[in-house]
């Protein structure tokens, strides 16, 4: 039998810091060649920058995985910042800004559960999808002025956004809700 504690100790600390450290090699040794490969056939098209926001939702995955396992305010936030920095560690391609992404990634991704102590542990439909949401938002905006989105052309702009939502509520919503689904049938784990 699996519980999902909703206290801080050694046991959510550990399985926070798994989470981030298993996401973090995904992002890099998985994710990231996928979406450098993707994005380098679209360099001819004129659309590469729309490539950037359609695996967006893929990199917001550990803070949802995280609240699931640790049902509480902080595991997302935590877990996208320690997937982050190990993605950081071991060769991610966006150097020390992964941490600060990761940092607001995680927290917006809370939104969604943020405040009640219940959502946390319901884990919804409703506060997985506004957390990624709201974790699109908390990714685009930043990247919007980091990385000179706004030069492109306002449709390009509003396809990448489209794109970026889209992402962010198929890969960080309902796919991470369907794998906890999974977990919840093959764990029936309580919550304390």
């Known amino acids: 039998m699996f519980t999902r504690s909703s206290k801080w100790n050694v046991k959510s600390i550990i399985l926070v810091s798994l989470i981030g450290i298993i996401m973090g090699v995904i992002y890099t040794y998985g994710f990231n060649n996928v979406y450098n ?71 917006t991704n809370e939104i ?33 002025f980091i990385f000179g989105w706004s030069h492109y052309r306002p449709s390009l702009q509003i396809l990448m956004f489209i794109a970026s939502m889209i992402s962010a509520l198929l890969f960080d919503g309902v796919l991470v809700k369907l794998i906890t689904n999974l977990f919840d049938k093959a764990l029936k784990p309580k919550t304390k």
């Open 37 to 107: 490969l993707v994005k380098l056939s679209f360099l001819p098209t004129g659309y590469a920058p729309v490539v950037d926001n359609i695996f967006t939702g893929l990199w917001y995955m550990a803070a949802p995985l995280a609240m699931y396992f640790v049902p509480t305010v902080g595991s997302g936030t935590i877990g996208e910042l320690i997937a982050a920095t190990v993605e950081m560690a071991i060769g991610g391609q966006w150097g020390t800004l992964t941490i600060l992404e990761g940092l607001i990634q995680g927290a």
């Open 112 to 144: 969604g559960f943020f405040p009640k102590k219940s959502r946390y542990e319901r884990f919804s439909w409703g506060s997985v999808l506004t957390g990624a949401f709201f974790a699109n938002l908390g990714g685009f905006i930043p990247s919007y």
